[in-house]
């Protein structure tokens, strides 16, 4: 009986400390807080599903991973729709997007980029045989994209919204392709090369639709976020550290 009097006693006292353990603030690398960052997960090797299905990883994944760590401060990743991700911002529902987003002057208006880190190139997929062979092609063809990516304002300026068929992500839009219901899918370059290296049967042509950098974006009532992330990015570029998430994930041809 009193054995189990004390085991008892015992099982209370762990259970006891683990509830007080929780209210106490994590003492090391969260001591300045949390820097939310929103996604969407589905831009390989920028943002994409590791094997097991629940870790987001990728260059964006990695390098704002970087930036924590740089501010003290934990990372947690919130995967959502592609073109809800400024306004998320906006509102302050997360507080960095790094979504391999091109910087434009138009998201200039709403929100705050930081420095760049990379370069995209928005491409033309297309079936084997197909009769696009260039930008010059593609008037009155019908054109896969991810909706709201510059992909999709650019072809939807160009070529007319009846012309552009929107899709939730990259991976559907090549779905789209390989059924017809789309003659070629405009994306960013590093995407499409994992895509059409997952799928027979496609390729990207030479020419480059448009060239474009990528940056985080922050609130603009953020000023001083801004700041601290593009210190934190400056020093991750000057160590190289930058060019080595980027070696990782990109092969040189
Ligand atoms: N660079 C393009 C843009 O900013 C596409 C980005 C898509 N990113 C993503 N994580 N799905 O519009």
């Known amino acids: 009986m009193k054995k189990i009097f004390a085991l008892l006693l015992a099982v209370l006292m762990v259970v006891s400390l683990a ?42 994944a990695e390098i704002a991973k970087a930036v924590a760590d740089k501010l003290g401060m934990s990372l947690t990743i919130k995967d959502m729709e592609f073109d809800s991700l400024l306004t998320a911002v906006q509102s302050g529902a997360v507080d960095i997007v790094f979504a391999g987003l091109t910087v434009t002057d138009e998201r200039k208006e709403s929100v705050d980029f930081s420095i760049t880190y990379a ?96 940056a985080a974006a922050i609130s603009k009532d953020n000023a001083e976020l801004t700041e601290k992330v593009n210190a934190a990015m400056e020093e991750l570029k000057a160590d190289g550290t930058i060019d080595d998430i980027l070696a990782k994930y990109i092969k040189a041809e």
């Open 19 to 60: 509830a007080c353990g929780a209210d106490v603030p994590a003492d090391n690398d969260a001591a300045n807080g949390e820097l939310i960052m929103g996604t969407n997960a589905a831009f390989p090797p920028y943002e994409y599903y590791d094997e097991d299905g629940e870790t987001i990883i990728g260059i964006d």
């Open 119 to 214: 370069t995209g190139i928005q491409v033309i997929i297309v079936k084997d045989g197909s009769e696009i062979a260039s930008v010059d092609d593609l008037a009155g063809k019908t054109i896969g994209v991810q909706a709201g990516t510059t992909g999709d304002i650019y072809c939807t300026d160009e070529f007319g919204q009846e012309n552009v068929k929107q899709y939730t992500n990259g991976a559907l839009a090549v779905a789209a392709l390989e059924n017809d219901q789309v003659d070629c899918v405009v994306i960013d370059n590093e995407p499409a090369k994992a895509f059409v290296a997952a799928n027979e049967g496609l390729k990207i042509l030479e020419t480059e639709y448009a060239v474009e950098d990528y």
